[in-house]
């Protein structure tokens, strides 16, 4: 049975081919992605462990994130305090570093290089080891910067800013002098694997003093590398001895795994969102490879029939076709293992223009990766195939005997029944999640989601008649009788038309939900800036980091403008956890109309508003006190004065704008909130203004109109991502309606030898063959896009705090139908000229 079931593979090397291209891109895509998310995963360990030494001098209380995302502090260390850091017995050499938050790098041509993904990191250079004794800085040319006026670029961010060794390179600083230049000496990367997209730029020490700390010869953090034989504990105990009290003493461990916390949530949410995808992919194949495996054996019935007269049991039939579809998973798998190793690239390059830079080196096939990849094929192959072969094994030894193939389908009333069931399981889980179950409230309509797909996939022979019968009408209204013929071969075995529309239907169906999705967003988007944003115009920096204030100087000359709000986020603790907080100048209540919930907005001193979400979550309320954690170990203690309801012009503690310099925190502007004067032509005003900003080409000024459409392209860009994602599951479909046609053709070859002897032209024939897939596909969008918009719509319901509109994306739904045609189109192309050559005599001859 073994050399038989070879045999039988060999002699049909194409429905070989076609049957594995489905599992090839489904293993595909999950080797692809695995590739990918360990590249991910070490390009970023490589990153943090090269660059952490063995212990660090830091603000007290904050992290190395942190320290970023809640503002520069103006505590510093001088340099006697590494003096006494380097006496210590425990410290081997002390290194005074000095970051700077919010500097920008500008190309020749004055447009922003990065910025936009991975962040710009501005420091300077000293060659301090990492913790495994190792640079953390490789350099690729040149040298590294010595003078005031010398930087070293990565070799990224000079080739996109289109500079040269020896060019004077242009930046801009987040606060003091804004535009600044250098020359650029050399070009380098991080030791430990590139930078994963982040933009470099090194100074001399005295360079980076002169930028960020005023000239003063001090340092915002020390790296400290321990003697011969000292644990980073016993540095860390040491050094915390001589610090000051607005510093900690940390070990690189410590660092280490704060930052792989910090990047590991990031990344693992791109990871469980490909695999996400891969799965679909996975899913989709599945559909394709139970179809076909149910079409061969349906083709075979007389063959195992004849194998069964001849004495095999009904078990070796069983294993003779779970066999052939083992050898067929283990080489498509084969194949997909290396196609997916080459698409982890694809990945890598689409992260890459978003700004996530992945080194190509780590892009390796991994013993996980491969091994999870063949268990997925193989697994997912055999139990696609396990009912169709056992199907096989029950064929009668008598039908061997018959001249007609003994399939005879069976009643699709259990079916139906069934699958009515589980629609009903389906919608009870998405109507609970909608009314408030416990745990997240989209995760159960998840739920039901899945399993309304997988039922209609299930009965979309029941469910999906209608359609064919609407599909049949219709052609052979417009197109006669190969119309009509066309209706009838879909309607012929229901089974197998849904089937291998419902891998059709699953990529449609996803990408309809998505559309809703976005649609609502954006129209949300569109009724919350009309809504809350009631500024003329709003001035933000397009890579989401604060400016310095002398924008806002500008813009308070400029003629036609009546008021000027300005506005700082910062980050701050609360009982050891992350809060943001606003600090608003006096014109902020001018601008903006807060829902005052209880007490006021006008703040005096020390005191603050919240919102009242907060107010419930932290059990505050008026008269209260907040005592706030600033990096450096400065507080503020705040007498909440004010609840109003949330709002997204603001954070949900507000404080007054001087209370942030009295944190210890420079003032930068994060926003500027702009009316302008009663008759004052708004377009000039705005022309007026962005010449004011011009010099900073971070900052841009928005209208309302504007402000939306930036935050539409923010979403749109992830939506582009994810159709793309989701166009392989309707490739994948398209290679499945190919594959089922492509082999009803070859069951069908005494009718379409009859057909063309009674006089069908060749044509009219592929013609047929077209409506005939055209009416699959058409059944697999119709079954998709109405499945798409009630998971759609019933999300957004569970989502109505962020989504507080609903959108229908009508048109794009059109585009989607047709789409499907054209899939149907195109699919058929193959089968058809296959169809239209076939020797009549030689046809009408076939057993």
């Given at each position: 049975m073994?050399?038989?079931?070879l ?52 603000t007290?209380?904050?992290s190395?994130f ?43 041509d ?16 000293h ?7 190792g640079?953390?800085?490789?350099l ?9 006026d010398?930087?070293?670029l ?37 030791n ?19 930028l960020?700390?005023n ?16 644990t ?68 075979r ?11 095999a ?11 052939e ?7 498509a ?41 063949y ?23 008598v ?21 009515g ?18 745990g ?26 209608p ?19 066309a209706?009838e ?25 998505i559309?809703?999705?976005a ?24 890579n989401f ?9 500008a813009?308070?000359?400029v ?12 980050g ?15 014109a ?8 005052v ?66 944190a ?38 928005y ?5 939306s459409?930036?935050i ?9 991502i994810?159709y ?5 599951a309707?490739?994948?479909a ?18 379409v030898?009859?057909?063309?002897a ?7 024939l ?44 009508l ?17 058929a ?13 030689e046809?009408?001859?076939?057993e």
């Amino acid at each position: 049975m073994f050399r038989l079931t070879l045999r039988n593979l060999l002699a049909r090397k194409l429905r070989l081919v076609m049957s594995g291209l489905s599992i090839v891109l489904g293993v595909a895509f999950l080797s692809g992605v695995l590739v990918f998310s360990n590249g991910l995963s070490s390009t970023f360990d490589g990153i943090i462990y090269g660059s952490t030494p063995d212990g660090v001098v830091r603000t007290k209380d904050f992290s190395e994130f942190d320290a970023g995302y809640s503002g520069t502090p103006k505590n510093v260390v001088t340099p006697e305090t590494i003096e006494k850091l380097e006496a210590l017995p425990e410290v081997d050499r002390a290194d005074g570093d000095i970051a700077g938050f919010g500097m920008s790098l500008l190309a020749s041509d004055g447009t922003l290089v990065g910025g936009t993904g991975a962040p710009t990191l501005a420091f300077n250079y000293h060659d301090g080891p990492n913790m495994d004794g190792g640079s953390i800085l490789k350099l690729d040319s040149g040298h590294w910067p010595e003078a005031t006026d010398e930087i070293v670029l990565d070799t990224a961010a000079a080739e996109n800013g289109d500079y040269q060794l020896g060019d004077e390179v242009q930046l801009l600083a987040p606060y003091g002098e804004i535009e600044q230049t250098a020359t650029l000496v050399g070009t380098a990367e991080f030791n430990g694997g590139g930078t994963a997209g982040a933009t470099l730029l090194i100074f001399s020490t005295e360079g980076a003093q002169r930028l960020f700390l005023n000239g003063h010869d001090v340092y915002n953090r020390v790296s400290l590398t321990a003697a011969e034989g000292v644990t980073q504990e016993e540095l860390a105990d040491a050094a915390q001895e001589v610090i000051p009290d607005d510093f900690e003493a940390a070990t690189g461990d410590k660092v280490a795994d704060e930052s792989q916390a910090a990047i590991g949530e990031f990344l693992g949410i791109i990871s469980i969102f490909l695999l996400i995808f891969a799965g679909i992919a996975v899913l989709v194949s599945a559909f394709i490879i139970l179809n076909t495996f149910t079409i061969l054996v349906a083709q075979r019935s007389r063959e195992l029939a004849l194998l069964r007269a001849l004495g095999a049991a009904r078990e070796q039939v069983t294993r003779s076709v779970m066999l052939e579809a083992l050898v067929l998973s283990f080489v498509a798998s084969t194949i997909g293992i290396g196609v997916g190793w080459l698409l982890s690239r694809g990945l890598a390059a689409l992260f890459r223009a978003i700004g996530l830079d992945i080194a190509s080196n780590a892009l390796d096939l991994t013993a996980t990766a491969v091994g999870i990849s063949y268990a997925v094929g193989v697994v997912v192959t055999i139990v696609a195939a396990y009912f169709p072969s056992r199907r096989a094994g029950r064929v009668a030894p008598v039908a061997a005997m018959r001249a007609e193939s003994p399939h005879a389908p069976a009643p699709l009333g259990r079916r139906a029944a069934v699958g009515g069931v589980l629609l009903v399981v389906g919608a009870a889980l998405a109507i609970w999640g909608v009314v408030g179950a416990p745990g997240p409230d989209a995760l159960w309509v998840g739920i039901g989601a899945v399993i309304w797909i997988l039922t209609v996939a299930v009965i979309s022979p029941v469910i999906g008649k209608p359609v064919l019968v609407g599909c049949r009408a219709l052609f052979g209204r417009l197109f006669g009788a190969p119309g009509r013929l066309a209706g009838e071969n879909a309607l012929r075995d229901p089974r197998r038309t849904g089937a291998t529309a419902s891998a059709l239907m699953i990529g449609l169906a996803l990408v309809s939900t998505i559309g809703v999705l976005a649609a609502s967003m954006n129209k949300s988007i569109d009724d919350l800036v009309d809504e809350e944003f009631t500024a003329d115009f709003l001035v933000q920096s397009t890579n989401f980091v604060p400016f310095s204030t002398t924008v806002g100087d500008a813009l308070e000359d400029v003629d036609g403008v009546s008021v000027v709000s300005r506005q700082q986020w910062v980050g701050a603790k609360l009982d050891g956890d992350n809060e943001t907080v606003a600090g608003n100048d006096d014109a902020f209540t001018d601008v903006y109309d807060l829902d005052v919930k209880e007490g006021r907005t006008d703040l005096h001193g020390s005191e603050a508003f919240v919102f009242d979400d907060f107010a419930d979550d932290h059990d505050v309320s008026l008269g209260d006190e907040l005592e706030l954690s600033f990096p450096g170990g400065s507080k503020l203690q705040l007498e909440v004065v004010g609840i109003v309801g949330s709002s997204e012009v603001t954070a949900p503690i507000n404080v007054r704008l001087d209370q942030i310099e009295k944190a210890g925190l420079t003032r930068q502007d994060t926003s500027v909130s702009i009316l302008i004067e009663d008759g004052a032509d708004a377009e000039a005003v705005q022309d007026d203004l962005d010449d004011a900003a011009s010099d900073v080409p971070i900052v841009a000024v928005y209208d309302k109109e504007e402000f939306s459409d930036a935050i539409r392209d923010q979403v749109n860009q992830l939506l582009y991502i994810i159709y793309g994602l989701l166009a392989l599951a309707i490739v994948i479909a398209v290679f499945g309606i190919v594959n089922t046609l492509g082999l009803s053709v070859i069951e069908r070859t005494r009718e379409v030898g009859l057909l063309r002897a009674i006089g069908m032209s060749r044509s009219r024939l592929r013609r047929m063959i077209t409506l005939e897939s055209v009416a699959i596909a058409v059944l697999g969008a119709v079954l998709g896009l109405g499945l798409g918009l009630t998971i759609g719509v019933t999300l957004r319901e569970t989502l109505k705090e962020d989504l507080s509109s609903l959108a229908l994306p009508l048109s794009q739904l059109v585009v989607f139908l047709a789409i499907a045609v054209v899939v149907g189109v195109l699919a058929a192309v193959i089968p058809s000229i296959r169809a239209a050559r076939m020797n009549v005599l030689e046809a009408i001859a076939e057993e």
